[in-house]
Every structure is written in C-alpha cells, then in structure tokens.
Nanobody, 120 residues
Framework: QVQLMESGGGLVQPGGSLRLSCTAS????????MGWYRQAPGKQRELVAI???????TYSGSVKGRFTISRDNAKNTVYLQMNSLKPEDTAVYFC??????????????WGQGTQVTVSS
C-alpha cells in the first residue's frame, strides 16, 4: 500500500507565498508523474501543475508564472511553491502520484488534501 502525506497549507494574505510538500511512502518501486490539483467550494477539482520523472512540467494557465512545481525523486517528494497568491487560489490542494509498486503494479494515489486560504 502507498500513502501520500501533504503539508504546508494555511492562511496567507494576498500577494503572499506558501510552499506545499507531498511525500509518498510504502511499497514503491518508482514514481512516474506527480502533481497538484485543487478544489474550491462548489467547483470541480482542477489541475494545478504536474511534473514527470525527468522533470518536465505542465501548469494550468491560471498559475503559470506564479507557481513552481518540483520534485526530489530520492525522497519521493513533490513540492509546490506558490507565490503572488490571490484570493481565487483559495481551495483544498490535493497531491496525486502515479506509482509503480514493488510488485510492478501501476496505480494512481491521492493525498488527503491541505487547505490553502488567501484572504486579508
């Protein structure tokens, strides 16, 4: 079994910064794509950013230039540096990972979510 543990959410003023972290643990052979999604109240979950194993990244248009996704393969960890935060960034942020287990089973896992609130 694999678990994803997120941290780093909180309350921040507009224009401020936060850094989210997500670490995968368990029966892991390797992790392919890792990403962050978010869900605001009354809205569907949406992609924020993804990063593949070799470091290639994709961002949603609403965060490009403000957020940076990165990963540490040795630590099975993905990060999301969020700068110039806006009230519309307020949401629960979820980590997602495409994991190949020690038994070579390829599965998608989600974290439990961490709240990010941008408000003055």
């Amino acid at each position: 079994q694999v678990q994803l543990m997120e941290s780093g959410g909180g309350l921040v003023q507009p224009g401020g910064s936060l850094r989210l972290s997500c670490t995968a643990s368990g029966s892991i052979l390797e992790i392919n794509g890792m990403g962050w999604y978010r869900q605001a109240p009354g809205k569907q979950r949406e992609l924020v950013a993804i990063i593949v194993r070799d470091g290639g990244t994709t961002y949603s248009g609403s965060v490009k230039g403000r957020f940076t996704i990165s990963r540490d393969n040795a630590k099975n960890t993905v990060y999301l540096q969020m700068n110039s935060l806006k009230p519309e960034d307020t949401a629960v942020y979820f980590c997602r990972a495409n994991v190949v287990s020690a038994t070579r089973l390829n599965s998608i896992y989600w974290g439990q979510g961490t709240q990010v609130t941008v408000s003055s």
